[in-house]
């Protein structure tokens, strides 16, 4: 099994750029698809991007193509969520996940979760 561990969340404005950090502890990381998944206030959780053992094999939710990028370092046990133009609407509690082998989007089909680091943006 693998412990993600978020990092990177913080207040930033409209129209700026984050990088979202998740380390995975434990072994055969590069055996998990890994997403990321956020809550805005008051919502439930939502798929935001995935990534497959295969680094080709991505998915992204509509709001987030073009401005998301997903990407993973197997060799730092890492997940990397790059976001460029931030919207307010982007703010959330931002969880990484994992789940063995084949990628997904859906919140049930993920076994490990971090305990989330917070994004806020001003607009």
């Known amino acids: 099994q693998v412990r993600p561990v978020e990092s990177g969340g913080g207040l930033v404005q409209a129209g700026d750029s984050m990088r979202l950090s998740c380390v995975a502890s434990?072994?055969?990381?590069?055996?998990?698809?890994m997403g990321w998944f956020r809550q805005p206030p008051g919502k439930e959780r939502e798929f935001v991007a995935a990534?497959?053992?295969?680094?080709?094999?991505?998915d992204y939710e509509d709001s987030v193509k073009g401005r998301f990028t997903i990407s993973r370092d197997n060799a730092k046990n890492a997940v990397y969520l790059q976001m460029n133009s931030l919207k307010p609407e982007d703010t959330a509690v931002y969880y990484c996940?994992?789940?063995?082998?084949?990628?997904?989007?859906?919140?049930?089909?993920?076994?490990?979760w971090g305990q989330g680091t917070e994004v806020t943006v001003s607009s």
């Open positions: 434990g072994h055969l990381f590069s055996t998990y698809a």
């Open positions: 990534i497959g053992e295969i680094p080709r094999d991505t």
């Open positions: 996940a994992a789940r063995p082998r084949d990628i997904g989007n859906q919140t049930w089909e993920y076994n490990y």
